[in-house]
């Protein structure tokens, strides 16, 4: 069995998924994170890019967020195999 | 199972056990935001709050009498949308302090209604541990039922009630389904007032991650199935926020307003401005020949009617403000704009306030109540009135009907005007980049505040909701027309007539106004001003309309102008470079004391309104002298 990859959260691909193993931000910003899903534990996928590329939209908890790059790159996200062809 | 029945075992347990039964005065209606509460508040009293569909459309408390379930004897009060009872921001503070009897002149609430989003419990549920925790009757309403059929979830209501410990309902607020489990928790809260509710087990330390465990757990246990995600929302983002189409669409829904504003608004316009010229002179053949005429039909009707044909335009924008906001897709314009909001040092959170404040600067400045970082907030505040809040049409409109001719390009897609108005528009959005973009590389120097946006789901807008915003514009706009403008324009008839001497009016240049006008028009003359326009201006410092209503008085009681339309009369007395300076001079100065009261209320502080007053109207009148040496020159 290939070991699963944990990558920035703003480095993951879209369609890519994955769980969330870390979120280090700021108390007040990973508070509001926390309750929109970004929790250690929480499974996150990629769904697509902002037309300028960046902030991206992703899917936690059946609700979609967009995070620009500079918040996903402070949490990090243990791939799910078969992710990355 | 069927999720249907609305479930309140547990309280009744409880409900023997009762004793001395105290009276029930006060509810909380409490959620995450975006679950639903405005609508359902709507619901039980009747009311009309502000709905849409984005997070953070309510930022104040509001309370109303719940007297569509008959309880008109209990006030309901509407909070802002909460993800926990940890503050981080301005609203936020306002529904904790509402919720634990902290907020001066609100009555602790006796028993909470907690709205759910039922289409994604195991967030939503994060919140229903602080909320039990502060020991009031609850009752869970898991809202947007109808969708989480549609989509195939399930809630298990009578496992869910068990596992909480308080009463648990589906319902659908939007289509007013199973709302009937309102008024039966009310009489049975009633009873079990003062007495201890049945422990529930709830995470001890109630930290995020705690509150998601426990809420995961309790969502598993319950076997609840959350709903997959709308087919028709993937479909349509993948179109909307398509790298080359989304843009693009961004831009023609933007023009598309305008367009329509004047291919369809302008003749209804013209239509109810003859209609009301006809009946002022109906109206006037039933008066006496004597002043009683003069004030009622050529000061007051001129005026207000001037105001009045504006109606069908405002409607019209607002009814297009209204799709876009219920629909869902106003999020996917603050994406797709946040790249621009970023190059200037915003935070895409502002997007939402600087959008609403097209249709009017202060609900937009009151809406920077969701943005938590403070220097953030003064800089949108500070912002926000250079948008082209919906005040501004009426002169815009009349300055492009009487000025820019109408030509059509591209086979009568494209109109002149359209792009005139569009281009005024963009205007004020550039003097709010330019100033956002000075504030913050002087005094608003701050650390860049996350972009975090939530998504929701597109929705058909219902005709319900619409017809409701127009009318509440429409009331708004009429009442207005019938006050302040009625006002102002009673002052300026009045002023425009004295003295008097020997029992005669003074002419206009004589009059008390035309001294007045000839005073500031040495000030106004490089701008392409006439004294008329100067009354219109400094009229309109109480509300940008005025100067409509203004000048449609003083137009109407000038001989040479009398028998024209104000349009004509336009024409006749200004250049093409005055007219463009003036609709210049408008898109940036600071005329609404509305919008300076709510400025110095939210920041507290008579120095932020003074300082944009005056960086308002410097900047107009520049701008306006410009316009108009540069357009006299060319033309």
Redesign the interface.
């Known amino acids: 069995m290939p070991e699963s990859k944990v990558t920035l959260l703003s480095d993951a691909r879209v369609h890519d998924a994955g769980i969330v193993e870390t979120v280090d931000l700021a108390e007040e910003v990973s508070h509001y994170l926390a309750h929109l899903g970004f929790l250690p534990g929480i499974r996150v996928e990629v769904l697509r890019r902002a037309p300028a590329g960046d902030p991206t939209v992703y899917r936690v908890d059946n609700v979609e967020v967009a995070l620009r790059r500079d918040t996903a790159r402070h949490i990090t996200l243990k791939l799910e195999r078969g992710a990355r062809k | 199972m069927s999720c249907h029945a609305p479930v309140l075992e547990p309280i009744e347990e409880t409900l023997q056990t009762a004793s001395t039964a105290s009276r029930l005065r006060t509810v909380a209606l409490v959620g ?1 935001p975006n679950s639903g509460k405005s609508t359902l508040f709507n619901r039980l009293t009747g009311m009309r709050q502000k709905v849409a569909n984005y997070p953070g459309v309510t930022v104040e408390h509001h309370s109303g009498r719940m007297k569509s379930i008959g309880r008109g004897d209990l006030t309901l009060i509407d909070l802002p949308g909460i ?2 009872l ?1 503050t ?1 921001s301005e609203d936020a503070r306002v529904a904790v302090e509402v919720l634990t009897g902290k907020m001066p002149g609100v009555p602790r609430p006796d028993c909470v209604l907690l709205v759910l989003d039922a ?2 419990m ?2 939503q549920l ?2 229903a541990a602080p909320v039990f925790s502060i020991g009031l009757p609850t009752l869970v309403l898991l809202n947007m039922s109808d969708q989480l059929e549609a989509r195939g979830g399930n809630i298990d209501t009578l496992a869910l009630a068990r596992e909480l410990g308080h009463p648990v309902a589906l319902i659908s607020a939007a289509k007013g389904v199973g709302l009937e489990v309102v008024p039966d928790f009310l009489v049975q809260a009633d009873g079990t007032l003062n007495t201890h509710l049945r422990p529930v087990q709830l995470p001890v330390l109630q930290s ?2 705690a509150c ?1 465990a426990w809420a995961s757990q309790v969502t598993t246990r319950t076997g609840y199935q ?2 997959t ?1 709308s087919k028709w ?1 993937q479909r349509l ?2 179109v909307l ?4 189409a ?2 693009l669409i961004f831009l023609a829904v933007v023009f598309a307003v305008f367009q329509v504003v004047f291919s369809i608004g302008q003749p209804l316009s013209d239509g109810l401005g003859n209609l009301l010229a006809n009946v002022g002179t109906q109206l006037g053949h039933m008066l006496p020949d004597n002043w009683l005429r003069l004030l009622l039909r050529d000061g007051i009707w001129n005026g207000v009617s001037s105001v009045l044909v504006f109606l069908p335009q405002i409607l019209l924008l607002f009814l297009f403000i209204g799709v876009l906001e219920d629909s869902g897709y106003l999020a996917r314009a603050a ?2 704009a ?2 621009v909001m ?1 190059s200037i040092g915003l935070n ?1 959170k502002a997007f939402i306030p600087l959008l609403s404040a097209y249709a009017c600067a202060v609900p937009a400045i009151m809406a920077t109540r969701t943005i ?1 970082n403070k220097r953030e907030r003064l800089a949108t505040i500070l912002i926000a009135p250079f948008m082209t809040c919906s005040a501004r049409l009426p002169i815009y409109t009349l300055i492009i009907a009487a000025f820019v001719p109408h030509r059509l390009f591209l086979g009568g897609l494209v109109g002149l005007r359209a792009l005139v108005m569009l281009g005024l528009y963009a205007l004020g959005f550039l003097a709010a980049l330019v100033t956002a973009r000075m504030l913050n590389s002087s005094v608003m120097k701050a650390s ?8 929701p789901q597109y929705r058909w807008p219902t005709l319900q909701s619409l017809a409701m915003r127009l009318y509440d514009r429409g009331k708004l706009f009429l009442k207005k027309a019938g006050t302040v403008i009625l006002g102002v324009t009673f002052l300026i008839w009045i002023l425009s007539v004295i003295p008097v001497h020997g029992g005669n009016f003074s002419d206009l240049p004589s009059s008390v106004i035309g001294s007045m006008g000839h005073v500031i028009e040495p000030v106004i003359r490089p701008l392409g001003f006439n004294w008329k326009i100067g009354i219109g201006l400094l009229s309109s410092i109480v509300a940008r309309e005025v100067i409509v209503g203004t000048l449609g008085t003083l137009y109407g009681l000038d001989p040479s102008t009398h028998s024209l339309g104000l349009q004509a009369a336009l024409r006749h007395d200004m250049t093409i470079g005055g007219a463009i300076a003036l609709v210049v001079f408008f898109a940036f100065a600071m005329q609404c004391t509305s919008t300076l009261a709510v400025v110095r209320r939210e920041t507290n502080s008579w120095k932020f309104p003074i300082l944009q007053f005056t960086y308002m109207t410097t900047v107009a009148y520049v701008a306006a002298l410009v316009t108009n040496q540069v357009l006299t020159r060319l033309f």
């Open positions: 995450p993800y926990s940890s981080y289409t994604h195991n967030r994060m919140l995020p991650s998601r959350s709903p995600a929302t983002d993948s926020l398509h790298r080359v989304g843009p994406l797709i946040d790249r970023r895409g938590e860049p505040a996350p972009f975090i946006l939530e998504l």
